[in-house]
């Protein structure tokens, strides 16, 4: 099964609005609402953000959201802070009966 | 509050297995819910090695289904990783997490990760 693809970087100004994609197919993204987002600070492990495409664990900041359209899904984050800076991992159940991940995504708050 | 912890050997010689466990406080992994193992090789991105549910049923990533047996022990309140025929390419961090929302898809919370090195 091949990683989902992420762009490598996106970066934005504090207060501004960000939007990253994950692109994969029919078998993954596209077939599935089994679509799930991870943030990541270095040295540290993944916290979960976004799962079954758009639901926010409890505790997640409602600047967090997340759709899906065809085979992309996308995670958006609004009023960009600081501490957002981080890497970001997309995930979705495949059609093999697993689960897979995307590359990744840096995000740099300028 | 679940909290979750991974042990177990940092260095393994090539061709041999890798055996983790990961211990859960906080919650009876014998009253439900499923369990993962997700890895990161150093500078790279997760990989999904596989989940298990507190009944013993497994789901593996197909990729390395012939070489991982996920295992839960609900006496000890923990579940363990065993990768056989290991090579330079599964040196990784491997974290342990719990399957969130009673699904294997997500997980939430992870544990804080163990480095393990495949050298001679």
């Known amino acids: 099964q091949s990683a989902l693809t992420q762009p490598a970087s996106v970066s934005g100004s504090p207060g501004q609005s960000i939007t990253i994609s994950c692109t994969g197919t029919?078998?993954?993204?596209?077939?599935?609402?089994?679509v799930s987002w991870y943030q990541q600070h270095p040295g540290k492990a993944p916290k979960l953000m976004i799962y079954?495409?758009?639901n926010r664990p409890s505790g997640v900041s409602n600047r967090f959201s997340g759709s899906k359209s065809g085979n992309t899904a996308s995670l958006t984050i609004s009023g960009l802070q600081a501490e957002d800076e981080a890497d970001y991992y997309c995930?979705?159940?495949?059609?093999?009966?697993?689960?897979?991940f995307g590359g990744g995504t840096k995000l740099t708050v300028l | 509050q679940v909290q979750l912890q991974e042990s177990g050997p940092g260095l393994v010689k090539p061709s041999e297995t890798l055996s983790l466990t990961c211990a859960v406080s906080g919650y009876s992994i014998s009253s439900g819910y499923y369990w993962g193992w997700i890895r990161q090789p150093p500078g790279k991105g997760l990989e999904w090695i596989g989940s298990i549910y507190h009944s013993g049923s497994t789901y593996y990533n197909p990729s390395l289904k012939s070489r991982v047996t996920i295992s839960v022990d609900t006496s000890k309140n923990q579940f363990s990783l065993k990768l056989s025929s290991v090579t330079a390419a599964d040196t990784a961090v491997y974290y342990c997490?719990?399957?969130?929302?009673?699904?294997?898809?997500?997980?939430?919370?992870w544990g804080q990760g163990t480095l393990v090195t495949v050298s001679s």
């Open positions: 995930s979705s159940y495949t059609s093999s009966s697993s689960l897979v």
């Open positions: 997490a719990e399957g969130y929302s009673s699904s294997w898809y997500w997980f939430d919370p």
């Open positions: 079954d495409v758009s």
């Open positions: 029919s078998s993954d993204v596209g077939g599935y609402n089994y």
